[in-house]
Nanobody, 121 residues
């Protein structure tokens, strides 16, 4: 059974930082691309970042480019999203996802339950 479990969300002031983790089990993590998405209240889910299984390919949404960094540690079966210079508009539920085929759409095979990130002004 595949499981993706996000952690690291919380409440932070504008300008602060958070590091989200995505712990994977039940799959050969090193062969899956990892993506991060977010959904704010009343809005559609949007792409944030993706990283290929080797880390050779990375895509970051323009809205967070220069502030967010995606990485992975295949030895730990974990993906990460480092979020710096957070803004109130970054407030959302953040989801990690995994897919065998690297994409920046939301066409992912497996999804986590999400972790809430709230940025206060």
């Amino acid at each position: 059974q595949v499981q993706l479990v996000e952690s690291g969300g919380g409440l932070v002031q504008a300008g602060g930082s958070l590091r989200l983790s995505c712990a994977a089990s039940g799959l050969t993590f090193s062969t899956f691309a990892v993506g991060w998405f977010r959904q704010a209240p009343g809005k559609e889910r949007e792409f944030v970042a993706a990283i290929s299984w080797t880390g050779a390919s990375i895509d970051i949404a323009d809205s967070v480019k220069g502030r967010f960094t995606i990485s992975r540690d295949n030895a730990k079966n974990t993906g990460y999203l480092q979020m710096n210079s957070l803004k109130p508009e970054d407030t959302a539920v953040y989801y990690c996802a995994a897919t065998l085929h690297y994409v920046t759409s939301d066409d992912y095979d497996y999804w986590g339950q999400g972790t809430q990130v709230t940025v206060s002004s």
